[in-house]
């Protein structure tokens, strides 16, 4: 009877400390820069600037102090109502990495800067326009984190750069089982797909080619061991509860039996 009993305790001890030994993790796999020294001062000369891919969405709008002058060179949908001034249409970067631009027709922007794209725009506006004031933008720079992060998903970015961190912060942050210092950026080159890893665990993270993104990167975080420990034993979760919920109750009759 006693025995019986301390099987039962030791049966259900064994099972809660393998609960907790698959979960843990040590402080080197989630601590960010961990070879960053206190008031350590980091210069980094890591610098980025967005260069138009082919599909890139655009917004650009020519003005003078002619607002007449500079009406051939923007296009808007509809007519104006009310006073209400219609929707400016925006523009796609082709296959040919070319835009149709009004009066001038077809542009090569693609592999240019939106300032880089200002510059050309104006030299070409000189012989229409004086001083002409070029406002471009784009609008589908977008950025995609997925793998072990609390909040996967396809974000919106606001502005005109913004660094993987920024990005992982979107998806709320890695969760306790993604890699830290195995972190996948996926970029595109025009149909060309480039694969590149960064370790968030290392302070040279700052100085990646990766660490500022662009417009449709996929930041992908990788599983750790315990993830794939976990999924592994997912898959065998049934059969094991079965198990041990049988020998839990044969315990038990055996025990109320005698």
Known sequence: MIFQRRFLGLLALVFIAGLFFTSCASKKDIVYF??????ETIKSNNSHTNKFKVDDVLSIHV???????????????????GGIRPEQVDYIIDKNGEIEFPVLGSVKIVGLSPDETKTLLKERLKDYLKNPIINVRLKNFTVTVLGQVN??????????????????????????????????????????????????????????????????????VTPNQSAITSSALDNRASIWVSIASVLITSTVLIITRN
């Open 34 to 39: 961990q070879d960053a020294s206190d008031y």
């Open 151 to 220: 909040r996967p998903g396809t974000y919106s970015v606001v502005g005109e750069q913004i660094t993987v961190l920024e990005a992982l912060g979107l998806a709320g942050d890695l969760t306790i089982k993604g890699q830290r210092e195995n972190v996948m950026v996926i970029r595109d080159f025009n149909g060309t797909k480039v694969y590149n890893r960064i370790d968030l665990t290392k302070k040279e993270a700052l100085s990646s080619p990766v660490y500022y993104l662009t417009q449709n990167d996929v930041v992908y």
């Open 63 to 81: 003005s003078t102090l002619d607002p007449e002058a500079s009406t051939p060179f923007n296009l808007f949908k509809g007519a104006e109502e």
